[in-house]
């Protein structure tokens, strides 16, 4: 059985500078398959200082159209069509994501990139439009997404099952909403946004932002049965203190493990 491995190429949340904007990779064998890419080019120093190719990545899933997760998507296309121009990358990139914000990533590129590569569009760059339940095959798992119903803009999550028969779900970057509650439940795994601790909401106001706190995604946690808690897109105040200081924020309201990563941690999920 080849364990999948969790690969955190960023933990904060827009306005961060000392940590990349959240996304990540789900890594199975040398496949990878990522979720968002963060707001810029820096993404290619995260992925450098992962060990992580561009050949490796085949499939590439955008939650949303906030620029803290797409506008890196703009860049790893980039780098791929030239690869794919010069001979350098092999098969085709599948990109996942809602009708709408399909549209707003091929208008970028068509107004940011040369012709050469936005011609690989519908050929060796396909789009895979998204709505909620739909399920497609990535790195030989069955991946559901689902709407996350956001009260700011259109976003999508998605659930799937691990090599051991677990269940992983990610919520995206706003709290849980009662309508998912078919695609969360049964999760060993969930991965959760949580902009700061409950003792300083007063400070960050995550609620004005439509974010949680470390309390209520555990609280969550605890009421769906989960059992490994993935706590990220936060903010930057408390970096070298942030994992022991939500853990023991957390701990008050989830029985389970709570991860804190920073990023470029590595969370082994099959065990």
Same mark, same amino acid.
């Given at each position: 059985?080849? @364990?999948?491995?969790?690969?955190?190429?960023?933990?904060?949340?827009?306005?961060?500078?000392? !940590?990349?904007?959240? !996304?990540?990779?789900? @890594?199975?064998?040398?496949?990878?398959?990522?979720?968002?890419?963060?707001?810029?080019?820096?993404?290619?120093?995260?992925?450098?200082?992962?060990?992580?190719?561009?050949?490796?990545? *085949? *499939?590439?899933?955008?939650?949303?159209?906030?620029?803290?997760?797409?506008?890196?998507?703009?860049?790893?296309?980039?780098?791929?069509?030239?690869?794919?121009?010069?001979?350098?990358?092999?098969? &085709?990139? *599948?990109? $996942? !994501?809602?009708?709408? %914000?399909?549209?707003?990533?091929?208008?970028?590129?068509?107004?940011?990139?040369? &012709?050469? %590569?936005?011609? %690989?569009?519908?050929?060796?760059?396909?789009?895979?439009?998204?709505?909620?339940?739909?399920?497609?095959?990535?790195?030989?798992?069955?991946?559901?997404?689902?709407?996350?119903?956001?009260?700011?803009?259109?976003?999508?999550?998605?659930?799937?099952?691990?090599?051991?028969?677990?269940?992983?779900?990610?919520?995206?970057? =706003?709290?849980?909403?009662?309508?998912? =509650?078919?695609?969360?439940?049964?999760? &060993?795994? +969930?991965? !959760?946004?949580?902009?700061?601790?409950?003792? =300083?909401?007063?400070?960050?106001?995550?609620?004005?932002?439509?974010?949680?706190?470390?309390?209520?995604?555990? =609280?969550?946690?605890?009421?769906?049965?989960?059992?490994?808690?993935? +706590?990220?897109?936060?903010?930057?105040?408390?970096?070298?203190?942030?994992?022991?200081?939500?853990?023991?924020?957390?701990?008050? $309201?989830?029985?389970? &493990?709570?991860?804190?990563?920073?990023?470029?941690?590595?969370?082994?999920?099959?065990?």
């Amino acid at each position: 059985m080849k @364990k999948e491995k969790l690969i955190v190429l960023g933990t904060g949340n827009a306005m961060v500078s000392d !940590c990349y904007n959240t !996304c990540f990779v789900i @890594k199975r064998g040398r496949e990878c398959f990522m979720v968002d890419a963060g707001g810029g080019n820096g993404i290619f120093h995260q992925m450098k200082a992962a060990n992580i190719a561009p050949e490796q990545v *085949h *499939h590439l899933f955008v939650t949303h159209g906030h620029t803290d997760h797409v506008l890196g998507v703009i860049w790893i296309i980039r780098q791929i069509a030239a690869m794919m121009l010069a001979g350098k990358y092999e098969d &085709k990139l *599948h990109l $996942y !994501c809602h009708d709408a %914000l399909a549209d707003t990533i091929r208008t970028i590129c068509t107004l940011t990139l040369q &012709k050469k %590569l936005t011609d %690989l569009f519908d050929d060796r760059i396909v789009f895979h439009v998204v709505v909620d339940g739909q399920q497609e095959m990535i790195l030989g798992r069955s991946i559901t997404f689902f709407d996350i119903h956001s009260t700011k803009l259109k976003q999508f999550g998605f659930t799937t099952e691990l090599a051991d028969g677990a269940k992983l779900t990610c919520l995206g970057d =706003e709290p849980y909403n009662p309508l998912c =509650e078919a695609y969360v439940k049964g999760s &060993k795994w +969930l991965l !959760c946004e949580a902009f700061c601790l409950y003792g =300083e909401r007063d400070i960050f106001k995550p609620y004005d932002k439509h974010h949680s706190t470390v309390r209520e995604a555990c =609280e969550l946690a605890e009421a769906m049965g989960i059992q490994r808690l993935v +706590l990220w897109h936060t903010e930057e105040k408390n970096l070298k203190r942030r994992k022991k200081l939500y853990k023991a924020e957390g701990k008050a $309201y989830f029985s389970g &493990k709570i991860y804190v990563p920073d990023d470029l941690d590595r969370i082994t999920l099959s065990r």
